[in-house]
């Protein structure tokens, strides 16, 4: 009686391209999967938004602002994600809060200022 086990190695001996050929596709399948919910994830993102009536672009934050207060309030910023960014004049401004934002329309000028100083 042959042992069970030698003929197993020599079938992977001779069937390695094939072992190999199976495996490469099941990774890359899996790959495909995780690109496909990678990118279903970043496209259901929402779209920045604030919960007050503005006339103001409101825009997705940037990393390069140069302020880490609030103009209005003198607040410190939240993290990157949960800013409130509007554009005026061509100019990025951002919020700690939705709360700055009509009283920032109410005298834009004065804000505008303290932004245009520190953004040379």
């Known amino acids: 009686m042959k042992h069970r086990g030698a003929g197993e190695a020599g079938w992977y001996r ?10 490469g ?15 279903a994830i ?10 007050v009536r503005t006339n103001l672009e409101v825009v997705e934050p940037s990393a390069d602002y140069p302020l880490a207060t609030c103009v ?15 554009i005026y004049g061509g100019t990025e401004v951002q919020f700690c809060c939705e709360v700055c934002i009509p ?14 100083d520190k953004s040379r």
């Open 14 to 23: 001779r069937n390695w391209k094939t072992v190999a050929g199976v495996w």
């Open 72 to 86: 209005v309030s003198g607040k410190p910023l939240r993290p990157l994600p949960d800013r409130i960014a509007v």
């Open 42 to 51: 970043w496209l259901s993102r929402p779209k920045p938004h604030v919960h």
């Open 103 to 116: 009283e920032f329309e109410k005298d834009p000028e004065r804000f505008m200022k303290t932004v245009r």
């Open 25 to 39: 596709i099941l990774l890359g399948l899996l790959g495909l999967v995780a690109a496909i919910g990678w990118t």
